[in-house]
């Protein structure tokens, strides 16, 4: 890019030109890149021009991806008791109809970054009472049924995955449901997200607790999810659905050796109270299927394992089912969004066999944990459902600061068809 001054001839200070490179070679991912790279730079309002690109250039998408990326580039978390910082106004200049693609780019990049924003929030300012009161503030603001399950009903369905990670808080648990209906008596789809406001690893203390405020990124990313699909007015019947509490220590909280009965009815001993998100996601999964979802998608924050095998470049992707997996492949593709597909074999599930339960909820010892943890909650996805497991430990956050809202576009692109 380069700058050029424009002393006082015209009514604005400067001109920046941006170099596209060959056309033939510029891709979606890489207008992406080089919007992030100038726009967090920018602090003065800007316009684009636009009637200059070349023929080869698609006007519309060129347009849509800017917008968004301008805004997603413009976010800072927000320091408390400050105000947030305001996106750099951008007027797009031209010739043609992009008001359609200038409000599509709104709506993606705003919906990203409300994610982040609800996953940045410290842990102290986002309880699992503040997510439920987010969500029915979004359900309300875009006319989105909803429905909100206390402890009290969790007790009375007998959720016993995400009361059992529970006890040892005194905040109670939820679960988050949102139902968007915007394609008649088609069947509803589910995406299910882990929100873990804070995780402390229960009597498995972790050494490090620092950045585990964004445990709930899975549950943040469901939000702007539904929040970007009620935006678009997509042409599609999908659930949003968050199981919500936090994992904490207390004379009450569950143990290693206890043995849970789940919603599902499955009972799982606990190796490991660290291994919690599966606990709270296996009762989300088998709720999902009693309302009659068969094509489901799981975001969360779940394995170190997997941070360790694709670092912060990949998202873990698991999958029971070849046609869909291909299908959401896809979604990321157009998504310029960075997953990688990991196994599930049979023996992996053999290695969490229990002497006193169905089976156990970890390993117990280093191996395979992110394949080991995928088998776990397939375990509660009944025959016929199509299901995708999002392992977002590495994607959802920049190293314990600043939310990526990690495999939002993916998810609204393989739902919003």
């Known amino acids: 890019s380069t700058k050029v001054y424009t002393l006082g001839k015209y009514d604005f200070p400067y001109i920046l030109f941006v170099g596209l490179g060959d056309v033939s070679e510029l891709t979606t991912a890489r207008l992406r890149k080089l919007v992030l790279n100038i726009s967090k730079n920018i602090s003065e309002p800007v316009q684009l021009m636009t009637d200059h690109l070349d023929e080869g250039i698609d006007k519309h998408a060129f347009v849509r991806i800017w917008v968004e990326s301008h805004i997603i580039a413009q976010y800072l978390e927000c320091k408390i008791g400050h105000d947030a910082k305001m996106i750099t106004d951008l007027d797009i200049v031209s010739s043609g109809y992009v008001e359609k693609d200038i409000e599509t780019g709104r709506i993606y990049g705003e919906g990203i970054n409300y994610a982040r924003r609800l996953a940045d929030t410290p842990s102290n300012l986002m309880t699992p009472e503040d997510m439920v009161k987010e969500a029915v503030e979004l359900a309300k603001a875009y006319n989105i049924e909803y429905t909100i399950l206390n402890k009290s009903a969790l007790e009375e369905m007998k959720a016993g995955g995400i009361l059992s990670v529970n006890q040892g808080s ?154 869909y997996y291909q299908e959401f492949e896809q979604a990321m593709k157009a998504a310029d969004e960075k997953g990688w597909r990991l196994p599930m074999d049979d023996e992996y599930f053999a290695k969490i066999k229990s002497n006193s339960a169905d089976f156990k909820n970890s390993m117990g010892k280093p191996g395979a944990g992110a394949s080991i943890a995928a088998n776990f909650l397939n375990a509660f996805v009944e025959e016929g459902t199509k299901w995708i497991h999002l392992d977002i430990a590495g994607t959802a956050d920049n190293d314990g600061t600043g939310a990526t809202g990690a495999m939002i576009r993916s998810v609204v692109n393989m739902f919003s068809k």
């Not at 919603?263 to 999902?288: F, P, Q």
């Open 170 to 323: 005194h905040i109670p648990a939820y679960m988050i449901v949102l139902k968007y209906t915007h394609n008649g008596n088609a069947p509803h789809k589910a995406v299910i997200g882990k929100g873990i406001t804070f995780d402390s690893g229960g009597y498995n203390l972790k050494s490090n607790s620092y950045g585990m405020k964004y445990d709930m990124c899975g549950g943040a990313d469901v939000l702007g999810i539904m929040k970007i699909l009620a935006g678009i007015q997509a042409k599609t019947n999908v659930y949003g659905i968050i199981p919500v509490t936090e994992n904490l220590v207390n004379g009450k909280a569950y143990k290693p050796q206890d043995v849970i009965t789940t919603l599902s009815g499955k009972t799982v001993e606990v190796v490991s109270t660290d291994a919690e998100g599966r606990l709270i996601l296996c009762d989300a999964i088998t709720y999902a299927q009693r309302l009659g979802a068969s094509h489901l998608i799981d975001l969360a924050t779940l394995t170190g394992a997997c941070v360790a095998a694709l670092g912060d470049v990949y998202t873990g992707v698991f999958a029971n089912d070849d046609a």
